[in-house]
């Protein structure tokens, strides 16, 4: 990739980067903005955003509730686009944008990259998309558009699936440091220790940044032990359910940071 | 169309799935089948989060092989015919032939063990999975059938069940629920979205990512991703097998002039339409749920008003927002309130092999009260909507039409009573 994208430079910057995961449209319509803003002045290092979808296999109970709010304020791709449109020149970190597979083809897959290259999307994250559907259909447009394809690996992913997936993605790899679903009550990020051992073991071309079962200061440390990136999700939108947006991101970045 | 000499060669290149180790002729040619992708032309594919990878791979890399083996076969024939209770009669209803102005021959899948098909596909796949070393079942449901059906088979092969059911469908659908109990399986309520069957479908995918190492998900219908849609079809394939022969010899016809069933996923559809999917002069009736009309925001008709997308798994025809949101259905019947239809139908859609007509609630109810009135059956709510479509066909009355009367109507006993208490009519 020609492009220095913000993900790549922003890896080679920092040793320990702390990600936030957001719903687009969340608690209310315009809080993709008002949040994207408050994590800017809070200097998170990078950001997911995540695109509402009625029927998300991937989250639990917090996350699907969410994106059942963000719908119901009528937030869309294309409204979306245009709320990180206007508030991109704002925000110098990088942006994620993760969503499931169906609402990206019917906004169209070329259409979706050149957008989220026109709104400066770094990273696009589809869980659904498997790898030779992304090899088939999307590998040459984000090429095109300068977008780093970013997959997940699991526990259960084998060794060999894990270095061919390692070789198609850029940006970062995403750890999952369980198979579950978003913010899983009954897991632990401990319990992970050997798999995350494993990997690290690994040759990989990528970053790692290491997701799920991340919810406090200590679990953000564990994971950096392993992993360059910790990414928080379901913790934070429920953070966001009990306090207004300015003060749940510096509260919350505060709690996980050590300073 | 293929000229008939590469048909016979798809029998050879291409792998039939063959059950009844028998000396006859397989009748599958394979042109509406899967290819080696998992795909129906456009159609199919399997979309599924990395975490379900490894599943989904090893199925893909057994399946064919297991349910072609000869331990397979044996055992699965041997419920089919003692715990089941096949071959299912194929019988002429003569009294509705008169009311419907041509000869209505119905293959009574309603008298199978638990009430319908649903058995002849979760016998299949939790056999399949014990093969597979698989501890723990997980299912979803949505009128019940497959849910009972699930819970059936792990009772009598001993392994845990689970089985996840929309709130709503729990309430309206009440005594499966305490069917399902009684067999000894647990139901988890699906209390997201219109939490009914395509809630339940989501819960069930969670479940499975959640607790992915030794659980094997039986789904009940011909959708999710590759292999599900084809390894349901072949296990549900029964059902035209059996009407291969019992047609000629009951109705005197070779090939009957018609087939039809109704379709929520469409499990029985394709069982039904399955051995006559290469003989062109058989026409393929699918009965979808219109609800309360395909106008109204309140239907289930997937071919009427989806457009094509990714769902559970699959690359389909669903109904769905102009921005890709899943869109709630709306059906009296349970078992076809969901959006979308398994991707081979949306193929026999997309090639004209199948015609679709819409059904709507009314029309099903009343088919419900005429089919027990005139012919001692009680049908499922979903099979009337079989029986409905029939009044929207051209028949002759020399014609032979076959209808699968999927499954029969105990469950829907309170919908009944409650209708009728309306009518005055009947």
Redesign the interface.
Same mark, same amino acid.
């Given at each position: 990739m020609k492009t220095s994208n913000r993900l790549v430079t922003t890896f080679q910057s920092k040793p320990s980067l702390l990600s936030l995961y957001i719903t687009a449209g969340f608690p209310k319509l315009p809080d993709t903005a008002v949040l994207l803003k408050e994590l800017q002045k809070a200097n998170i290092d990078f950001v997911e955003v995540g695109l509402p979808? &009625?029927?998300s296999?991937?989250?639990?109970?917090t996350i699907?509730h969410s994106h059942?709010v963000a719908?119901e304020n009528g937030m869309?791709?294309?409204v979306l686009m245009e709320q990180l449109d206007s508030v991109r020149s704002e925000i110098s970190y990088p942006l994620v944008l993760m969503g499931?597979?169906?609402?990206?083809?019917?906004?169209g897959v070329e259409r979706f990259c050149e957008r989220c290259h026109q709104v400066g999307i770094d990273g696009v994250l589809i869980?659904?998309?498997?790898l030779s559907?992304y090899q088939k259909n999307f590998k040459t447009l984000y090429q095109k558009y300068h977008l780093a394809p970013i997959?997940?690996?699991?526990p259960?992913?084998?060794e060999a699936?894990l270095l061919e997936?390692d070789a198609e993605g850029s940006g970062f790899l995403y750890v999952?440091s369980s198979? &579950?679903?978003t913010g899983?009550a009954n897991k632990t990020l401990s319990d992970s220790k050997a798999y995350l051992e494993r990997i690290q073991a690994l040759p990989l071309r990528n970053p790692k940044a290491i997701g799920f079962n991340i919810s406090t200061r200590e679990e953000v440390e564990f994971a950096h032990r392993y992993g360059q990136g910790a990414i928080v999700g379901s913790a934070f939108i429920r953070k966001l359910q009990q306090t207004d947006a300015s003060k749940a991101v510096e509260d919350f970045v505060k709690e996980l940071r050590l300073n | 169309m293929k000229p008939p000499v590469y048909r016979w060669l798809f029998l050879f290149s291409a792998l039939p799935i063959r059950f009844f180790s028998s000396a006859k002729p397989i009748f599958t040619k394979m042109s509406y089948q899967v290819n080696q992708h998992g795909f129906y032309g456009p159609y199919g594919g399997a979309y599924v989060p990395e975490v379900l990878y490894p599943n989904i791979e090893e199925l893909q890399q057994h399946y064919q092989h297991i349910l072609r083996s000869e331990r397979f076969q044996k055992e699965y024939e041997t419920l089919l015919s003692q715990f089941v209770a096949r071959p299912t009669p194929l019988y002429e209803a003569r009294r509705l032939s008169e009311e419907i102005g041509a000869r209505i021959f119905l293959k009574r899948e309603d008298v199978c063990h638990t009430g319908s098909h649903k058995l002849n596909n979760t016998l299949g796949q939790v056999l399949l999975a014990k093969q597979l070393g698989k501890r723990k079942i997980i299912a979803e449901t949505g009128a019940g059938s497959h849910g009972v059906a699930t819970a059936t088979v792990c009772a009598l092969l001993n392994l845990e069940c689970c089985v996840y059911m929309g709130e709503v469908d729990m309430q309206r659908q009440y005594p499966n629920v305490e069917r399902m109990r009684l067999l000894g399986a647990t139901v988890i309520p699906a209390t997201s979205g219109s939490k009914t069957l395509k809630d339940a479908v989501n819960e069930a995918f969670r479940a499975w990512i959640n607790e992915p190492e030794d659980t094997f998900y039986v789904i009940g219908s011909v959708f999710g991703p590759h292999p599900y849609p084809d390894m349901v079809a072949s296990l549900q394939s029964v059902i035209s097998k059996e009407l291969r022969e019992q047609v000629p010899a009951i109705t005197g016809q070779q090939l009957p002039d018609y087939v039809v069933a109704c379709v929520g996923g469409g499990s029985n559809a394709i069982g039904s339409f399955y051995h006559f999917l290469d003989e062109p002069s058989v026409q393929l009736i699918a009965a979808e749920a219109a609800g309360k009309g395909i106008e109204t925001d309140y239907s289930a008709a997937a071919t009427f008003l989806g457009k094509q997308g990714i769902l559970h798994g699959t690359q389909t025809l669903f109904m769905q927002t102009p921005d890709g949101q899943v869109k709630e259905a709306h059906s009296v019947s349970a078992g076809l309130d969901y959006p979308g239809i398994g991707p081979q139908l949306a193929y026999l859609h997309h090639q004209k092999r199948a015609q679709f007509v819409a059904v709507t609630d009314k029309d099903a109810l009343d088919a419900a009260l005429l089919l027990s009135k005139i012919e001692g059956i009680i049908p499922a709510l979903e099979s009337a909507h079989a029986i409905a479509a029939l009044r929207q066909l051209s028949l002759a009355p020399a014609q032979v039409v076959v209808v699968c009367l999927s499954g029969r109507g105990d469950k829907d006993l309170e919908t009944y009573i409650n209708y009728r208490s309306t009518q005055n009519t009947l």
């Open positions: 979808f &009625s029927d296999l991937m989250d639990g109970p699907q059942q719908l869309t791709l294309e499931a597979l169906n609402p990206i083809v019917q906004f869980p659904d998309l498997t559907e997959f997940m690996v699991t259960r992913t084998s699936r997936i999952m198979s &579950s679903t899983a | -």
